[in-house]
């Protein structure tokens, strides 16, 4: 995973112009967030830092939340908007990311965002309804019962009727995909820079170029001979 995380960073820190910024959605531990983990985490963001790149984390299944702060406490500078979720807003120019935390119990399949989150997200999106929204949580829509968001259905009647929201993007799964939702919400399975569960299944990241109107990927592989490497897919805004 290590080797991984590294060759990825080298190829961030190659292109012509630095990436606006990084996202990593979840799992930053390998198995049940011990602080060792997060200390190998800020070294291997070290580089990426060093280029002045901002670097957003988001929790996953396999974190430790109270380690996770530890380890970053020097960074948590502003309030946290959940007091006991690592939930954010961040504002760009094009759009609004709501990064959320569906840790429920560390190495425990499901995800949960829970209440408060859920209803700091419908206020933060009403208190913000002309810039485009992305969603990120690590864990996968849960709605036919494949160990995903517990609370999906919850979830799902925030962003639905909330039409700025534009995309849902997820993790958990290992698996590269992008689907829409009925209600037009783009749905964005990342791949792993780890590992993946089904063999032919791409290790690798995505290079995501916000446009006004909507955003283009680039699915970068680690495995160049890929047969989906470099493969782009466009996705205009719903309306």
Request: with cysteine; proline share 7%.
């Amino acid at each position: 995973m290590v080797e991984h995380f590294e060759k990825v960073s080298l190829e961030l820190m190659a292109f012509p112009e630095l990436p606006a910024g990084v996202f990593i959605n979840g799992d930053c531990a390998f198995n049940s967030g011990e602080p060792g983990d997060y200390a190998t985490v800020a070294e291997l963001l070290a580089p990426l830092r060093k280029e002045g790149m901002p670097i957003h984390l988001a929790l996953g299944n396999h974190d430790q939340r109270e380690h996770f702060w530890q380890a970053f406490q020097s960074e948590q500078t502003a309030k946290r908007p959940v007091a006991d979720r690592q939930a954010s807003l961040l504002k760009t120019p094009r759009a609004n990311w709501f990064i959320l935390d569906s840790l429920e119990k560390t190495m425990s399949t499901p995800g949960l965002l829970g209440p408060e989150q859920l209803e700091w997200l419908a206020k933060t999106l009403d208190d913000n309804p002309k810039k485009p929204a992305i969603v990120l949580v690590h864990h996968n829509p849960g709605l036919s019962g494949n160990m995903g968001l517990k609370d999906t259905q919850s979830f799902l009647e925030i962003i639905r009727p909330r039409k700025q929201v534009k995309a849902y993007i997820y993790g958990h799964t290992h698996a590269w995909r992008v689907e829409e939702d009925v209600s037009g919400i783009h749905l964005i399975n990342l791949p792993p820079v780890a590992y993946v569960f089904q063999e032919g299944q791409p290790s690798g990241w995505v290079h995501m170029i916000l446009g006004k109107k909507g955003m283009n990927l680039e699915l970068r592989c680690l495995d160049t001979t890929h047969k989906n490497h470099g493969q782009k897919v466009d996705l205009k805004w719903r309306a």
